[in-house]
């Protein structure tokens, strides 16, 4: 059985009160969980973890979906999951960045496969803003003043007009 949020949810504001109290709650190690009948049940420590991780992201005002990592996606929801457009996505898609799958003319893409893509993504952003600040170190350039970079940016703009 896999359980899926189609959209995601986001915490009504008359209910942060609430939150906040089950995420003090569940900041104990272990938590049982009372059923209707009132049996009890310990929470095994990963879905522990994963109620404080929903519970602390709605805290902040975050939306939340819950998904299997095999789910498969449209076009549309891998792209909004990654806040590039479709047409973006779909060029990923065909440089075989991104692996998927046609299902008759529809292209599906799995949600562990765009999860993995956007992690590759940060370490690559990552790596370039690490070496852009090397190289600016190098440069002497943190010496400079935001006075220095404006007059800067103002003469390039100017060189650039002329051209």
């Known amino acids: ?18 939150v906040g109290e089950l995420t003090r709650m569940l900041q104990q190690p272990s938590a049982t969980l009372r059923g209707p009948d ?6 095994p420590v990963e879905v522990h973890d994963v109620l404080v991780q929903m519970l602390e992201a709605m805290q902040r005002g975050q939306a939340i979906m819950v998904a299997p990592v095999a789910t498969r996606l449209t076009t ?12 973006t996505l779909v060029k990923l898609l065909e440089n075989h960045e991104i692996p998927f799958e046609k299902t008759t003319r529809h292209r599906r893409v799995r949600l562990d496969d765009v999860l993995a893509y956007r992690d590759r993504r940060r370490v690559e952003r990552r790596s370039v803003l690490d070496e852009m600040t090397r190289q600016a170190v190098e440069d002497g350039l943190y010496d400079d003043s935001a006075a220095d970079y404006a007059d800067a940016l103002k003469a390039a703009r100017k060189d650039g007009a002329g051209a």
């Open 1 to 18: 059985m896999s359980v899926t949020t189609p959209h995601p949810i986001t915490l009504p504001a008359d209910d942060l009160e609430l």
């Open 38 to 43: 009132g049996s009890e049940v310990v929470l």
């Open 76 to 87: 549309s929801q891998a792209a909004e999951l990654l806040g590039i457009s479709r047409p």
